[in-house]
């Protein structure tokens, strides 16, 4: 082998390398622990799984890669826009829901797609039910108006934009005690 073969470990080395401590599983992909973890990083180590460039990273793995926690979810957390269907096995597959989305919630970087910090914080204050809510969006909220500037406004806009959707109060009403929870009034209604 020659220093510019790169180095193929079976699938069950790397399992067992995750096990040791060396590797993070993430889905179908692993990423080495001593790799500085940025969201282009952690949105790079995702893109084998994803397999077609409509799938969007959301959710809790979203929130993973903007940093808002240390530990990603077991299962990939993915969504594709209803106006880009894909096949229906590879849906299943990635278990990626079908939702409604502008291009303006969507953040790609170096190809790959992400729901935007906004649509990721409004979308787990919506639909997650994890124990550690709460600090995840506090920690989220804390993030996001120190180094992207969003607002009190901003959030309530992404709420307001789609005054159907489902579960928009109960989002309000966890926002609002996240904020309390940063101890940074960003939601005033």
Known sequence: MTSSTPLRLTD???????????????????????????????????????GDDRIIIAARYAAWVWGWTESACPTLCCCVSSRHRI??????????????????????????????????????ARHDEGDDLPRLLASALQETAVTRGLSAECIDEALRRRPTAAHTRRARVRLRQASAEAAQPLLTR
Do not use: F, H, K, Q
Request: proline letters at 9%.
């Open 87 to 124: 096949p229906s096995t590879a849906r299943r597959t990635l278990a990626a829901r079908e939702v409604v989305i502008e291009l303006d919630e969507i953040a790609r970087l170096d190809g790959v797609a992400i729901t935007t910090p906004l649509r990721t914080l409004v979308d787990l």
């Open 12 to 50: 069950t080395e790397m399992r067992a390398a995750a096990l040791d401590g060396e590797l993070l599983p993430l889905g179908a992909s692993y990423l080495p622990l001593d790799v500085p973890l940025d969201p282009r990083t952690r949105l790079m180590a995702l893109a084998p799984a994803l």
